[in-house]
Nanobody, 117 residues
Framework: QVQVVESGGGLVQAGGSLRLSCTASGSPYIVSVFGWYRQTPAKQRELVAVIARGGETRYVDSVKGRFTISKDNTRNTMYLQMDSLKLEDTGVYYC???????????WGQGTQVTVSS
């Protein structure tokens, strides 16, 4: 059974940095598309960044130039480097693993990111 586990959340001051990690285990397949989503009380879950197996990336406009998504296919692991953090980046960050047609999609349990002033 596939498991997706995030780590790296925490409390940071505005302007600071955090690095999130996500590992998908339990599948013989490489993740086709990894994605980071975040949810706040005021908003529905929104896509923050995605990275495809070939390395193509996409970001929501609000994080462009501040967040960098990367991955290690050999370990089915994805990272999100978050720099110049803002108060509005606060939320629960969820990892999503899309294996394509080979395996059902899987979500992590979420990791809290809190940016303070």
């Amino acid at each position: 059974q596939v498991q997706v586990v995030e780590s790296g959340g925490g409390l940071v001051q505005a302007g600071g940095s955090l690095r999130l990690s996500c590992t998908a285990s339990g599948s013989p397949y490489i993740v086709s598309v990894f994605g980071w989503y975040r949810q706040t009380p005021a908003k529905q879950r929104e896509l923050v960044a995605v990275i495809a197996r070939g390395g193509e990336t996409r970001y929501v406009d609000s994080v462009k130039g501040r967040f960098t998504i990367s991955k290690d296919n050999t370990r089915n692991t994805m990272y999100l480097q978050m720099d110049s953090l803002k108060l509005e980046d606060t939320g629960v960050y969820y990892c999503h693993a899309d294996f394509g047609p080979n395996e059902p999609d899987a979500w992590g349990q979420g990791t809290q990111v809190t940016v303070s002033s």
